[in-house]
């Protein structure tokens, strides 16, 4: 008998259930652990997911989606199996997708975080036999902050701008991390304004049921408006844009996983990181792999090979699962808007490992090539 | 150590000089003098020797965080700094101290060198303990004994200069040389009696611009003396009160790094002051620039280095004579004096190079020729004799400051010429298949480094080394055999066309680069931008 999850060319498979999990390519069914774009394409025929993901997952792949929600923790059947979605704590919506066979349970857990969020219901684990997980930040020099001592820095860098008269803007991830860090800021340092991304999906939030402060669209303010003192929370794709110039004088600040390495944020040029991610971080990895009491685990995307060799040296069975996931992207332009993020196609797919950068060494080398 | 760490993470979360100095100087200005003399000491890269053994230090924070030795190792490369791998593995400290940098540096961490290991395993977990993340990467760096940040000596002048009020000729003069980093000093360079840098204060130094249209657009030959454009050091020789002074452009005392000149200077008139470049120099030639960076590197002047690599002073202005500030003088008045000094008797008889006073004064020579056309046939010979080309300097103008259009230019004998940043590097092949020597180069456009060329070659082979060895200790991501380096090390990329080019990401292509040179004096962020490198593609070709 096959496995009960494995990858193919299309996403992981579960043929007992006819069935992918976040699928790379169009399929017949999928069931989507959370609306990020390496997780959730376009063009399948029918999706699955959490209900409180539901309106989330339409405002990335479309209005024209065949979309079917079932509440955390309900059990379905499909085929030979039955299934459940239990919250990941990754963004609003997002899942583990609990597989069951026969006895045998396989949990599936997309990316997914143990630090507390307000904005989306918090991680639970999920017992099984075989745990899939991600290892975007699978190394133990990532270990995050709490958040008291984040959103301490976080307002006390706005506070600065806003007393040097700047305008304190704050790239993040637009669907999940920016929700997340508008929810924590201190508002009564200043107003919060929002670029169109942005903005669209707090709407989502919103309608949701997900209370967020109030805000307003850039765009939508009268021409010569100042924004000095002000926050604005905007994609990483914003940052060096004509958009941005809007903003002068400014301090541009970084909110992701990987501004926890001085090196990383450097090379941006960036002025200032804050580690913040919506993935595990290493500690919290182990943790939640214990957790599960699972005998398997299977890791995909990041470190993984560190974390299964790290796993195999512990005495467990751990082995690599190969996907197209990506993770949270060092240099990210993945969540753009919905828009980008459905046509880019899985060829076009690039790696937080840096796999973006050596396409760049590529046409370093092309270019020789071509001269000598 | 909390004030300290504050101005680190300042300095360290912008590109910005300004801000730089701004920061510095808020320090400097409330910092207790036995701290800012600490300060001072190590951002101008003045280093402890190695306190603990780094196998020491990676022994500890493995025990302390519980990691296999492959764990650690797999961390270390994914930061690429041990300092900061250290400081990130480390467990949530579980004390809180505040303890001036002064305490720390003299009493908790240089005692460290002589305790046994034991016992420096034990003081390293509870300093460790008493600190914040960014704190722990401070001392770190203190113990492994390496602090660039980012800061050059001269925003430390400067921002020194901003705190005290003295002008930064003297803050400079005053860092120069041996100190220590006490109390005193830090007063004594606050003090606002300049008396001691007086004599060693150079001028301005006047700046070419390159030529940008053909030459015979600036008129009359005969109204404009060209010379050689000499690769070396661009210096000022100052000759006071019996004392001689060596400033490089950057406004660093380099006097003792070229012991020969300051013997020579010694024949010199009180109150001369000349301008002009020090070039590795043997039997009549210029010898490869890397040569004569040799002389400024390396730590020690040991003879053997003095005899390999000779230096003369290629002399080609003079701005004090007699004690007299003879800059609004015009050039060709200047010249003569310059000559009657350095070669008395020979005055403008062509070709002055030849040396009276002392050989290793030489007087950049005049180039002789009555049209352009013959002045463009000289200039061919550039290569051969090892100058950048030429420069053209108005017969009748005064010895500006700073950069300035109009009097003086440069007509490089090869325009395509940039300073980029090394970001990728990719092992070589045959009997450097064991060496990062296959680099690929960016320049800015905005904020970030976008590669434009690819060139293996320009290197010796100790250079070689010593980029692979960076490379290895700086490697940021690795991608099968390509690693992304931090960017940090720039280079003069020399290429012979440049052209449009869509299938780049930077939008041009360059033919044949190659490595001129390592401009270990440039930091990266004055490496040239994209908009440079585009500016030159309608410059025609490279002659």
Known sequence: ?372 | MKHFTRLFVALDETTKTTEKVNAMSEYFSTCTPTDGAWTVYLLTGRKLRQLVPTARLAECVKEQAGLSDWLFAESYDAVGDLAETIALLLPPPTNNSDVPLREWVEDRLMPLRSKPEAEQKELLVKYWNELSTSERLVMNKIITGSFRIGVSQLLVVKALSKASGVDEPTIAHRLMGDWSPTEEFFTGLFSSDTQDADASRPYPFYLAYPLEQEPDALGEIADWLAEWKWDGIRSQLIRREGKTFIWSRGEELISERFPELMEAAEQLPDGTVIDGEILAWAEGEVLPFNLLQKRITRKSLSKKLLQEIPVALMAYDILEHNGIDVRIQPMNERRKMLVQLLTPGALDAAPSCRGQLNSIFRVSPSLMVSTWDELAESRKNSRELKVEGIMLKRADSAYGVGRRKGDWWKWKVNPFSIDAVLIYAQRGHGKRASLYTDYTFGVWHDGKLVPVAKAYSGLDDAEIRQVDAFIRQNTLEKFGPVRTVKPELVFEIAFEGIQHSPRHKSGVAVRFPRIARWRTDKPMQEADSLETLSSLINGGSSQ
């Open chain 1, 1 to 372: 008998m096959s496995k009960l999850i494995y990858a193919t060319d299309k996403g992981l498979y579960c043929e007992a259930g006819d069935f992918y999990i976040d699928p790379w390519r169009p399929v017949e069914r999928a069931l989507v652990t959370h609306a990020h774009s390496d997780h959730a394409r376009w063009g399948s025929n029918k999706y699955l997911c959490a209900e409180p993901g539901a309106k989330v997952l339409r405002h990335r792949i479309g209005q024209d989606a065949q979309i079917e929600a079932i509440p955390y923790g309900q059990k379905l059947t499909l085929n030979d199996t039955t299934i459940s979605f239990h919250p990941a704590g990754h963004i609003l919506g997002s899942s583990q997708i609990r597989v069951e066979r026969n006895g045998e349970v396989w949990a599936v857990s997309g990316d997914y975080k143990l630090d507390p969020d307000p904005t989306c219901a918090p991680y639970e684990p999920v017992r099984c036999h075989t745990f899939i997980t991600e290892s975007t930040f699978g190394l133990p020099i990532y270990a995050w902050q709490s958040n008291d001592e984040l959103f301490t820095d976080i307002n006390a860098w706005w506070e600065k701008n806003k007393r040097d008269g700047k305008t304190s803007l704050l790239l993040a991830y637009a669907l999940g991390k920016a929700q997340r860090l508008l929810k924590g800021v201190d508002t009564s340092i200043g107003p919060i304004y929002t670029h169109g991304t942005v903005e669209s999906l707090n709407q989502v939030y919103l309608s949701s049921g997900v209370t967020l402060p109030e805000t307003a669209r850039l765009s939508s303010m009268p021409r010569g408006t100042k924004f000095a003192g002000a926050l604005v929370l905007a994609p990483p794709s914003a940052y060096g844009t004509p958009w941005q110039r809007q903003l002068n004088p400014v301090s541009a600040a970084f909110a992701s996983g990987w501004m926890r390495v001085r090196g990383i944020r450097r090379r941006r040029s960036l002025d200032k990181g804050f580690p913040v991610s919506d993935h595990c971080d290493w500690q919290s990895l182990l943790k939640a792999i214990h957790l599960t009491g699972a005998e398997n685990i299977l890791v995909t995307h990041g470190y993984s090979q560190i974390l299964v060799r790290y796993l195999q040296d512990q005495g467990l069975n751990a082995g690599t699962l190969s996907t197209q996931y990506e993770g949270e992207e060092e240099t990210s332009t993945a969540e753009e808007t919905s828009s980008d993020a459905v046509s880019k196609s899985a060829e076009e797919t690039t790696f937080a490992d840096g796999r973006d950068s050596a396409d760049e060494i590529e046409s370093a080398a092309d270019k020789v090539e071509v001269q000598e």
